[in-house]
């Protein structure tokens, strides 16, 4: 009987787990509790490529064209990966709309430090309080595929016998190729 595993401390591992979530949130006050902004990119491989996922960060060019520096960007939350290349115009279009939406959601206190180009909060905006973002910052929304039904027709031969027809002309396509070759040959010898 020493050898049996028991799961006791499970309920009080919870309430540990999210006494320590609650502690990180509000030490990272008034920061987003997902973490940092990161880029939409596109799954590698051909047959994942039409999905979308979370990157490892934003490019430099993408950074360039939101107007946000490079060394400002990771102190404002945002993600970057200088080794990350846009290969179409289009996903740099959609990243760097991404960051002018969080950039103009971005209170920023004021402090010792300048950051070049974006606007630090009001004596208003600081008074009325920040609330703090549970989550992403800016959560990926995929959009729904757009299905359109039609009526089915009925049909007065077999579907089963058309695909069977058709699988057998497959097949068969290169010998019955063959075989008029040979009679259009045969036809041709005795013309002569």
Do not use: C
Request: hydrophobic fraction near 35%; glycine fraction near 6%.
């Amino acid at each position: 009987m020493d050898r049996v595993k028991t799961w006791f401390n499970q309920p009080a591992r919870k309430h540990r787990r999210r006494v320590a979530r609650q502690a990180k949130n509000a030490a990272m006050h008034p920061r987003p509790t997902g973490g940092l902004l990161r880029p939409i990119v596109h799954a590698p491989t051909v047959r994942y490529n039409m999905k979308v996922r979370k990157g490892r960060g934003f490019t430099l060019e993408e950074l360039k064209a939101a107007g946000i520096a490079r060394k400002v960007a990771r102190s404002v939350g945002i993600a970057v990966d200088h080794r990350r290349k846009n290969h179409s115009v289009e996903s740099l279009q959609e990243n760097t709309q991404r960051l002018k939406v969080y950039k103009e959601k971005l209170i920023i206190f004021p402090g010792k430090g300048n950051l070049l180009g974006l606007e630090k909060a009001t004596a208003a905006e600081i008074e009325q309080g920040v609330q703090q973002v549970k989550g992403d910052p800016l959560p990926i929304v995929r959009p729904a595929a757009e299905v359109q039904y039609r009526a089915v027709e009925a049909k007065e031969e077999s579907v089963y016998h058309t695909l069977r027809v058709i699988r057998s002309d497959t097949r068969l396509e290169g010998l019955r190729t063959k075989r008029r070759k040979e009679k259009a040959d045969e036809a041709a010898a005795e013309k002569k």
